[in-house]
């Protein structure tokens, strides 16, 4: 089960950081990743982490602006969102691969999270 905190409503150019309560057993040993998906379109990745936090992959729109992060002790895992801009607006949701080797598209995943509302006015 994943529990995503931390959406909310900003201006062009605020951060906001996202936070992903998980829970299993399995949780310090697998890879863990964030989407986000607007009405009427399809679901985008946007970044994933290994199980260590030792590999980050981030999607181009987002490359030098968000930075995913975890904490393996609370089953946390974290994305800070940075100069977001009005396209960033979206639902976001944490994500749990289904392969432990396979996390840079949404097909690799397949469980996430109810999601969070991000939202940036201009």
């Known amino acids: 089960q994943m529990v995503e905190s931390g959406g909310g409503w900003v201006q062009a150019g605020a951060s906001l950081r996202l936070s992903c309560a998980a829970s299993?057993?399995?949780?310090?040993?697998?890879?863990m990743g964030w989407l986000r998906q607007v009405p009427k379109k399809e679901r985008e990745f946007v970044a994933a982490i290994t199980w260590s936090g030792g590999f980050t992959l981030y999607s181009d729109s987002v490359k030098g602006r968000f930075t995913i992060s975890r904490d393996n002790s609370k089953k946390t895992v974290y994305l800070e969102m940075n100069d977001l801009k009005p396209e960033d607006t979206a639902v976001y949701y944490c994500?749990?691969?289904?392969?432990?080797?396979?996390?840079?598209?949404?097909?690799?995943?397949?469980?996430w999270g109810q999601g969070t509302q991000v939202t940036v006015s201009s």
């Open positions: 994500a749990s691969p289904k392969n432990s080797g396979r996390f840079h598209q949404v097909a690799d995943f397949g469980s």
């Open positions: 299993g057993r399995t949780f310090s040993l697998w890879p």
